[in-house]
Every structure is written in structure tokens, then in C-alpha cells.
């Protein structure tokens, strides 16, 4: 186990309504190839936490590793409209360039 997992749970514990939380949480389940986990911590973030637009790219990653790449089409397409929303012009950026990769793929 992570040394960073008992420390980000027990901030998770004091507060559910940051989605940096949710997010180091997924990322650390991810490290550490709990994918489950991992998914879950993805989806509490694009459901209560729309707005964070990380999240989209980093799911979408997730999903690509296991090779649910329809799956991953669909959240990094979320994702850059919620990215465009929110002017977060790099997150976007990055976002079209996986999407492509992918198309390239098939």
C-alpha cells in the first residue's frame, strides 16, 4: 500500500467537497493498478464535480489501459466540452490530442 493512500483518505474523511481528494484518490488507486477503485473515485468526480476538467483526462486514460476505448471516446468528449466551458484551453488541447490518437487506432 501507498504511503500517500491512508493520508489522502483520512483528508477525504474530514472533507468530501474537494474534488482535489477525489482526484489524488483515483490517481493513487491508479498507480497502484486498482483500477476498480480507480474508476470509482473517476466517477464520484464527473458526477459531483463536473467542473474538474483533470479528471476527464486522466479517466479517459484509465479507460484506454484497460481497452474500453469507446468508453474513453465518450468521457474525453465530455470532457473537452466541459473543458471549452470552463477556458481551460490546455486540458482541451490535450484532451483533442488523445481523441485523435485513438481515431488513429481505428
Do not use: C, W
Not at 48 to 76: C, S, T, W
Amino acid at each position: 500500500m501507498s504511503d500517500r493512500l491512508p493520508q489522502l483518505l483520512a483528508f477525504l474523511a474530514k472533507d468530501q467537497n474537494d474534488p482535489f481528494i477525489y482526484y489524488g484518490l483515483a490517481l493513487e488507486y491508479r498507480s497502484m493498478g486498482n483500477f476498480a477503485e480507480s474508476e470509482a473515485y473517476f466517477r464520484t468526480l464527473l458526477t459531483d464535480f463536473k467542473d474538474y476538467v483533470p479528471a476527464y483526462m486522466m479517466f479517459g486514460q484509465l479507460l484506454i489501459e484497460q481497452n474500453r476505448k469507446a468508453e474513453a471516446k465518450q468521457i474525453l468528449l465530455t470532457g473537452i466540452e466541459m473543458g471549452r466551458t470552463a477556458k481551460e484551453t490546455h486540458a482541451v488541447s490535450e484532451m483533442n490530442a488523445l481523441l485523435d490518437e485513438l481515431d488513429d487506432e481505428a
